[in-house]
């Protein structure tokens, strides 16, 4: 037997593993790296997070992948360098992290890498009939084991679109397993470029767990940052809350196929970037909107919208728990709009539930790798969106 395959076996085999979960989400502000102890899988799957490290990307790095991120242009030998090139510095990036920490690569089973999504492009985004749902994440898993000398579980979308998925939200795995509580319905809101939630029902029911994106969380708020002042993104929401709503550039904004369709679906930058924003100010005649205005328009867009879509699976008599996590949580302006719109919701951090928010996505990646390891069988129901699946691909160091 190959010895590489033989080691895997014997990391299967163990009772708890340790694994790292890495995630470089639509922000491009840095990688989030969660290292991860796992034990069991499924529903029984227990997860405590050791230690958790964003370690930011400098500005070059994101103009790099910032020259193909979400766009339907390319210069495709940019592509082919970035997807090694991304592999390489993400295993590099650990390689710091556990010297930070005064570990070795030996002391890891796995490494569980998102890669750097570039391109989502759902069927009913791309409209054309005869290809199905897509989505692009480079950073090769072989660069990341052969950099590290760690197996590494990568590319874990692929498969979700494989079995009539869209390759997202995979959190809804994560959550279930993680955060399922008997007794409480629960609504795991992650606010990141993009918005998704899960919804765990109070019976804990896998049949009727529930996932969609709702549409723009930061990504919007954090490209006008960018232009009016010059920074990543609105710190603590200082612009947005000088501001005040616009009602015609907000219905504007509203004013798309994607929120009248139904859930589970996904988007991306790729759909809510400047130049959707650009063309509902255009719409509306409100492309003189002061600065501030504008930010504080986006943030109700956001809100809105995150708060439309939650609001559209609650039941009246039923209470609710919202547990937020993603960079968004931290964002004072978008968390009291939210809740001023969901006045019937406790709001909570998962970090009352022991996973920090901002750790959760690459949590998330080391719980599907465990699942690839020792799990898999958990079925969520014959449904679009959840498919009873086992996700991700193995990369040999050697
Ligand atoms: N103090 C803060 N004030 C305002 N916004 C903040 C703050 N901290 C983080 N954010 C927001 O959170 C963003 C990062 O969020 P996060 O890391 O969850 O996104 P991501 O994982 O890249 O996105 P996605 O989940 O869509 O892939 C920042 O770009 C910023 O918009
Ligand atoms: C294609 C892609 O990278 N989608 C991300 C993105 O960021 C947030 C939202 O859009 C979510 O659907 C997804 O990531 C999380 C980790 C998920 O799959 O649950």
Redesign the pocket.
């Known amino acids: 037997m190959n010895v590489q395959i033989q080691q895997l076996y014997t990391i299967a085999r163990k009772t708890e593993r340790r694994i790292i979960g890495l ?1 470089s ?2 922000s491009l502000d840095g990688l989030d790296v969660a290292l991860c102890r796992l034990s069991g899988s499924g529903p029984d799957t227990t997860v405590l997070l050791e230690r958790f490290a964003t370690v930011p990307y400098d500005e070059e790095l994101k103009a790099e992948i910032r020259t193909i991120f979400a766009k339907r242009e390319i210069e495709f030998e940019q592509l082919c360098l970035l997807n090694p090139y991304i592999g390489r510095l993400h295993g590099q990036l650990i390689l710091d992290c556990l010297a930070l920490w005064g570990l070795q690569p030996a002391d890891i089973d796995i490494i569980a890498s998102h890669g750097q ?1 570039v391109y ?1 492009a759902p069927k009913r985004q791309h409209g054309r009939a005869k290809f199905p749902n897509a ?1 692009l ?1 480079i950073g090769d898993g072989d660069h990341v084991a052969a950099t590290t000398g760690i197996i590494t579980i990568s590319d874990f ?1 692929q498969k979700h679109i494989a079995l009539g998925g869209e ?5 809804v795995y994560g959550d279930y397993f993680m955060f399922s509580a008997r007794g409480e319905h629960r609504i795991l809101l ?1 606010m ?3 918005a ?1 939630f899960t919804y765990l029902p109070a019976n804990q029911d896998a049949g009727t767990v529930f996932t969609t ?1 709702t549409g723009p969380g930061n990504t919007l708020l954090d490209a006008y940052a960018r232009r009016v002042l010059g920074k990543p993104y609105d710190e603590g929401g200082q612009l947005a809350s000088r501001g005040n709503v616009n009602t015609e550039l907000l219905n504007a904004l509203k004013d798309n196929p994607f929120f009248g369709t139904s859930f589970p679906k ?1 988007t ?1 930058p790729e759909v809510f970037n400047t130049s959707y924003v650009e063309k509902a100010q255009a719409a509306s005649q409100t492309t003189a909107v002061a600065p501030a205005d504008l930010m504080a328009t986006l943030v109700q867009f956001s809100a809105d919208t995150i708060a439309d879509a939650v609001g559209q699976l609650m039941q009246s008599g039923e209470s609710y728990v919202v547990y937020l996590s993603g960079g968004g949580a931290h964002n004072p302006a978008l968390t009291t709009a939210i809740q001023t719109l969901l006045p019937n919701c406790l709001f909570k951090r998962t970090d009352e539930l022991g996973i920090d928010g901002d750790a959760k ?1 690459a949590v ?1 990646f080391a719980v599907l790798a465990n699942e690839c390891l020792v799990g898999g069988t958990t079925s969520f129901g014959d449904r679009q969106g959840v498919p009873t699946v086992s996700m991700g691909k193995i990369s040999f160091p050697g």
Not at 167 to 171: D, E, F, I, Y
């Open positions: 995630m989400g639509t999504t989502h989505t994440q979308r390759g997202a939200p995979l959190a992650n990141g470029g993009i998704n994106d996904t991306g996505e998330l």
